[in-house]
């Protein structure tokens, strides 16, 4: 009873529960009675930047050097590069009479019919599909006249081109949960259930729902007694979209955008489990979500063999380089 009561307390100010027949509030009712149920199941499962705004792989993209150090460029995996020029920004605004360039990279002289990697009649260097191992220092050698009576000048431009990848991102989820004592198998079989249901709700959007951490604690509340309570912490991540259930290929399909939903749909389920909880008459069940205990982090994580370095890196900050 004082457990009962004490989640009554915890769950004041609901808003307006949606209609009856929402699949979200039919998620949460199922998993509320299913609290119920548990103790009646006789077998139960054990189944337990990419910078968002930073893009350099546009054809309108110019990246110029400097003679006083070298210039850094980031370049997506297997994207098209910007154009590396081989001028000054002086040298950009200034007539140069018969200019020659000539590129040299980690793996000698770049010629212009090189199929990956490839030269314009400006001078300008262009990677059509950037690999890992095109990565390092690239030179350019200008030789030009500023007139047509000057002698000819000799200009060496230095670029440090580097091959990054997008981060792997996700959402991070803790909620609690009053529970059946912490050795009960009612508890795991909850567990289970809620995993279906949260999975289920961001199927349609090629995102997966993955079970970090499940703990049980005795807590001891406010001039209150001791309760058992289920720390859940879970993931939830976007598939690449020709994974999915669903295939799809325009805008909408990004993995931020679709993230984003999942991240929605999820607040407003454990939203309604309260909603739900408070139409009820009857007492609470066993197991019940802690109004105000989802908690969410957003996280980048590059993939093996990448990192992020912001010292090194300050204009690509959530690059993941090699």
């Given at each position: 009873m004082?457990?009962?009561?004490?989640?009554?307390?915890?769950?004041?100010?609901?808003?307006?529960?949606?209609?009856?027949?929402?699949?979200?509030?039919?998620?949460?009712?199922v998993l509320l009675l299913s609290a119920f149920v548990a103790r009646?199941?006789?077998?139960?499962?054990?189944?337990?930047?990419?910078?968002?705004?930073?893009?350099?792989?546009?054809?309108?993209?110019k990246i110029v050097g400097s003679s006083n150090f070298p210039v850094k460029v980031y370049v997506m995996l297997h994207q098209k590069s910007p154009h590396?020029?081989?001028?000054?920004?002086?040298?950009?605004?200034?007539?140069?009479?018969?200019?020659?360039?000539q590129?040299?990279?980690?793996r000698g002289k770049i010629i212009s019919e090189n199929s990956t990697a490839q030269v314009t009649s400006t001078g300008s260097l262009i990677f059509q599909n950037f690999e890992e191992g095109m990565s390092g220092v690239y030179t350019c050698?200008?030789?030009?006249?500023?007139?047509?009576?000057?002698?000819v000048k000799n200009l060496q431009l230095k670029y440090v081109i580097y091959a990054y990848r997008e981060p792997h991102y996700y959402y991070q989820f803790t909620a609690r949960y009053h529970a059946a004592p912490c050795n009960s198998i009612y508890n795991i079989s909850f567990e289970k259930k809620l995993l279906q249901i949260l999975s289920k709700l961001v199927l349609d959007l090629s995102c997966e729902v993955s079970l970090?951490?499940?703990?049980?604690?005795?807590?001891?509340?406010?001039?209150?007694?001791?309760?058992?309570?289920?720390?859940?912490?879970?993931s939830v991540s976007s598939l690449d979209t020709e994974k999915g259930p669903k295939p799809c290929t325009d805008h909408s399909c990004e993995s931020s955008k679709r993230l984003s939903k999942a991240k929605n749909l999820?607040?407003?389920?454990?939203?309604?489990?309260?909603?739900?909880?408070?139409?009820?008459?009857?007492?609470?069940?066993?197991?019940?979500?802690?109004?105000?205990?989802l908690q969410m982090v957003w996280i980048n994580r590059c993939f093996p063999?990448?990192?992020?370095?912001?010292?090194?890196?300050?204009?690509?900050p959530e690059c993941c380089e090699k």
């Open positions: 004082e457990a009962s009561a004490l989640g009554r307390r915890r769950r004041r100010g609901w808003r307006r529960a949606p209609a009856a027949g929402s699949p979200l509030t039919r998620a949460a009712v009646a199941t006789p077998s139960v499962g054990y189944l337990i930047r990419l910078p968002r705004s930073f893009h350099l792989t546009q054809d309108t993209v590396v020029l081989c001028v000054t920004p002086r040298l950009r605004n200034l007539e140069m009479i018969d200019p020659s360039f590129w040299h990279g980690p050698f200008l030789e030009y006249k500023p007139t047509v009576e000057e002698i970090l951490k499940s703990e049980c604690h005795r807590v001891k509340m406010q001039r209150a007694g001791l309760q058992n309570e289920l720390f859940f912490t879970f999820i607040e407003r389920f454990f939203n309604q489990q309260i909603e739900v909880l408070g139409r009820r008459a009857e007492p609470l069940p066993e197991i019940y979500y802690i109004e105000g205990t063999g990448y990192g992020m370095n912001t010292l090194k890196h300050p204009k690509c």
